[in-house]
């Protein structure tokens, strides 16, 4: 049983400082040499190993967020519209300052997970970024600005949610 400990043990210092061979051990016996090199191969395989697994599981991850959020962002677009209609009456304005409240909320959890808003009006055409659907003749702003946002494009750090759908001068 303490034959086992100490294997245990020696598996957990492993990864933690390099094992130097003494001169003692590795001029008399080439096979020791041979051993150490083979461990150190395999250390720095595993090393290579935990970096590639972690930065796949940090690929995965965003690529599964992105995907759960964009499936959320049509139920975004309602909420604004139904924040937009019109109506006067005591009713109306309750029922929109509810759907205010939950879209605020809604807003907070796609800003804590990391999705931000791409921005649109008064910046330039970027097709990474922005689906031109319309195309307006207005001196007054540049070639290629954006002048209207008719759907809001979302990202998640430097992946694409959404594209923005945007309106551009020409």
């Known amino acids: 049983m303490e034959e086992t400990n100490n294997n245990v043990n ?18 008399s016996n080439p096979e020791a040499e041979e051993y150490y090199a083979q461990l150190q191969r395999v250390m720095a395989d595993f090393d290579n ?13 965003s690529l599964i ?8 962002l049509p139920v975004m677009d309602n909420l604004e519209k139904s ?3 019109k109506g006067d009456d005591e009713v109306s304005k309750a ?9 605020r909320q809604f807003n907070d959890v796609l ?16 097709p990474a970024l922005h689906d031109a659907v319309m195309h307006v003749d207005d001196d007054s702003v540049g070639e290629g600005i954006i ?21 551009v001068a020409n």
Request: no cysteine; net charge negative.
């Open 10 to 27: 020696e598996a957990e210092n492993i990864g933690e400082a390099p094992i130097q061979p003494t001169e003692a051990n590795t001029e």
């Open 49 to 61: 190993y935990r970096k590639r697994t972690a930065k796949d599981k940090e690929s995965l991850y």
């Open 65 to 72: 967020s992105s995907e759960i959020i964009g499936e959320f």
């Open 83 to 85: 924040i937009n209609t």
């Open 95 to 103: 029922w929109r300052d509810g759907i205010n409240m939950i879209h």
């Open 111 to 126: 800003i804590k997970l990391g999705a931000e808003e791409i921005k649109t009006v008064g910046e330039k055409f970027d």
């Open 147 to 167: 002048v209207e946002e008719l759907r809001k494009g979302y990202r998640l750090k430097d992946r694409i949610i959404r594209h923005s759908m945007v309106k």
